[in-house]
């Protein structure tokens, strides 16, 4: 049996609706052996209304922000310890951040994996040349492929992910993934990595979909590549001579 992982849910401190420790309960008690869930607040979005000129302005508006949610996560994972793992990850809107990738991307110490959403065709190209730079994983969140690269083959999009390591998430509002099988059909015979998630926010019913999900990605012989992203070791302080 496969280990369970749920690598999208938000929390208050975005749009989310349950704390870290009561996702983790409900994931404890939901019926599933689930070994571990990811935190992916959004980052970098609010507020969404002002325009960000430089890293200086950038910092100031996310980064104590940015910090106090690693840290946040963190804490809990020390807390569920043994019990259950905690990722940190987080999701980055594609279209608000487009233009100051480069200040997003030094500002994610601790984190573990990045969701990107809404990443349009000239937005995965963009990626793609840049995945590699990227300090930790990066994926795809909720994308319906036919849907945000209507002008794309599957098979160009597939490509395109294996080359630049772009990991593509398999994720509730996608059910029923039958009505994705053409997708499904190609990713398998490239390396592309998947990961699963309900994207949770105010309902833990959708916790109920893990099983349909992992048991969909094993069938179509993606049992070897589903990503846990591992834990980003910490910075080592400097210790004093
Ligand atoms: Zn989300």
């Excluded at 793609?128 to 999009?157: E, I, K, M, Y």
């Excluded at 109920?208 to 590549?225: A, I, N, R, T």
Aim: aromatic content about 10%.
């Amino acid at each position: 049996m496969v280990q369970m992982y749920n690598l999208h849910n938000h929390t208050p401190f975005s749009d989310g609706a349950y704390t870290i420790d009561e996702l983790c309960e409900a994931h404890l008690k939901c019926g599933w052996p689930v070994a571990g869930i990811g935190i992916t607040d959004h980052l970098f979005a609010t507020p969404s209304s002002r325009e960000v000129h430089n890293e200086k302005e950038f910092d100031r508006v996310f980064g104590k922000e940015a910090r106090n949610y690693v840290a946040s996560v963190k804490e809990a994972r020390k807390r569920w310890a043994g019990k259950l793992q905690i990722l940190c990850g987080c999701e980055i809107n594609w279209p608000l951040n487009k233009g100051q990738l480069d200040m997003a991307r030094n500002m994610l110490t601790g984190i573990d994996y990045v969701l990107f959403e809404f990443v349009d065709w000239a937005g995965l190209t963009t990626l793609a040349n840049q995945a590699r730079r990227w300090p930790c994983p990066v994926g795809l969140a909720h994308c319906d492929v036919r849907v945000q690269f209507p002008n794309t083959s599957l098979d160009q999009v597939v490509r395109t992910l294996a080359n630049a390591r772009i990991f593509y998430e398999v994720v509730s509002k996608l059910i029923p993934l039958g009505e994705h099988e053409a997708w499904f059909k190609v990713v398998p015979s490239h390396r592309v990595y998947v990961t699963v998630g309900t994207d949770t926010h105010d309902d833990l019913e959708c916790l109920k979909e893990l099983p349909q999900m992992y048991e969909y990605v094993v069938s179509h012989g993606l049992e070897q590549k589903i990503l846990i992203p591992s834990i980003r070791a910490e910075t080592p302080v400097p210790v004093a001579p």
